[in-house]
């Protein structure tokens, strides 16, 4: 995934939602309310990792389930704010208006009402807006419904204007006038096929660093000075994203525990000598641009913190509001629970591929890649669309 992406958010009350989860694989109508509610009812039906290995399989890609104000989340400001940021990411998507995906059809008329419906239901009663929507899950990695959940961030990466022994690497922009295929990673930052074509943006202290801010899409760099920029992405050079993880792997440089963005810059940081191999393994390039804006997804608004995702959009339409069960992790890394939040489409990325891979935004800086670095964990996703325009008749069954 090519990543782009971040509204300042403060932390406070972002998280839509209690930690109870309901189990929405079984009929509650039975149940009352205080049943529903209690965290005695808590059931612990999934791996370490999130996973509910026991799920019955889905035959299509969305199966229609039903959902309860027990699994819903409280219409909180940030979800609020999110939601006002998928009706202007609509307008801009005006070019492709419905789009099939697996069994659906999913209309950008049917998005903004489903948005209207959420935006309406601050003060109101969730019981009639749940009524008003239908829930389709996903059938996820293995058709049993789990989705692996990562995390972004937006870095905020030291730079300086002027190149030096301390900041000898270019951060660049898009080669516009380049002629036929672009460049490799290798070939840019190896052979410096760039070099003197006046596309520095700014210097950085390391080649990683620098991709880092590749792989997030985004970045806010910061000067010498104290003066801060966000850098956004401008293009790519369309070469396969190849994870470095995946071929530090291979080669036997770490085990599957520790790979993350953090420990191959530390290993790069001990292993100068490995950087070359390690990072051109990846042929893939991102270009950037400075914009006087919050970060910005790949849907042209600004992301909201613990609700902006970024999807396949083959599987998961641009503009899609859902329902996620994201996984909660305490100190040992493990699933604990699951706690409901509301989420929005706004983003895509070139390591984000097929129906069981979502990445959350997290937010800027340490404390967004903090969060973004301990999440690699399966939950559910619920695709809401208003309950008066299903595509199907198969999928107006509960």
């Not at 035959?59 to 699994?71: C, F, N, R």
């Not at 998507?93 to 998005?111: A, I």
């Not at 995702?309 to 040992?332: C, E, F, H, Q």
Request: hydrophobic residues 35%; aromatic residues 8%.
């Amino acid at each position: 995934m090519n990543k782009i992406i971040l509204s300042l958010l403060s932390l406070a009350g972002v998280i839509a939602s209690s930690c109870y989860q309901p189990p929405m694989d079984k009929d509650l109508s039975s149940q009352s309310e205080m049943d529903k509610v209690s965290p005695f009812h808590i059931e612990h039906d999934f791996a370490s990792n999130g996973k509910k290995q026991t799920a019955p399989l889905q035959s299509e890609l969305y199966t229609p389930q039903a959902i309860s104000a027990a699994h819903f989340p409280e219409i909180t400001d940030p979800v609020l704010t999110a939601l006002e940021q998928q009706k202007k990411l609509l307008k801009y998507k005006k070019r492709k208006t419905s789009q099939k995906v697996g069994n659906v059809v999913v209309t950008n008329e049917q998005l903004q009402k489903t948005a209207d419906i959420l935006l309406n239901a601050k003060d109101g009663d969730l019981a009639e807006v749940i009524h008003q929507l239908d829930a389709h899950k996903i059938h996820g990695e293995d058709q049993r419904g789990n989705v692996h959940f990562t995390g972004y961030y937006t870095p905020v990466l030291p730079v300086s204007s002027m190149q030096s022994k301390e900041f000898p690497y270019p951060i660049y922009t898009f080669p516009q006038d380049w002629q036929g295929d672009l460049p490799t990673r290798k070939e840019i930052d190896g052979d410096l096929v760039l070099k003197g074509r006046n596309l520095e943006l700014a210097y950085a202290k390391s080649l990683i660093d620098i991709y880092i801010m590749q792989v997030q899409g985004s970045g806010i760099v910061e000067y010498e000075n104290g003066q801060q920029k966000l850098f956004a992405f401008t293009g790519s050079n369309r070469k396969s994203y190849a994870s470095i993880g995946k071929y530090m792997l291979k080669k036997g440089l770490t085990t599957p525990q520790h790979v993350s963005l953090q420990f191959i810059k530390k290993y790069l940081r001990e292993n100068p000598e490995k950087a070359h191999e390690i990072l051109f393994s990846n042929p893939s390039y991102v270009f950037f641009k400075p914009v006087d804006s919050n970060p910005k997804g790949a849907g042209l608004v600004p992301l909201t913190k613990l609700h902006s995702i970024a999807v396949d959009t083959r599987y998961i339409p641009m503009g899609s509001i859902l329902l996620a069960s994201i996984p909660i992790i305490n100190d040992k890394n493990r699933v604990i629970s699951h706690e409901y939040r509301l989420v929005v489409a706004q983003d895509i990325g070139g390591a984000i591929k097929g129906p069981g891979h979502v990445d959350l935004y997290t937010g800027i800086g340490y404390e967004g890649r903090r969060q973004a670095g301990r999440l690699h964990h399966y939950g559910n996703l619920w695709l809401l669309l208003p309950s008066q325009e299903t595509t199907s008749p198969a999928l107006a069954l509960k």
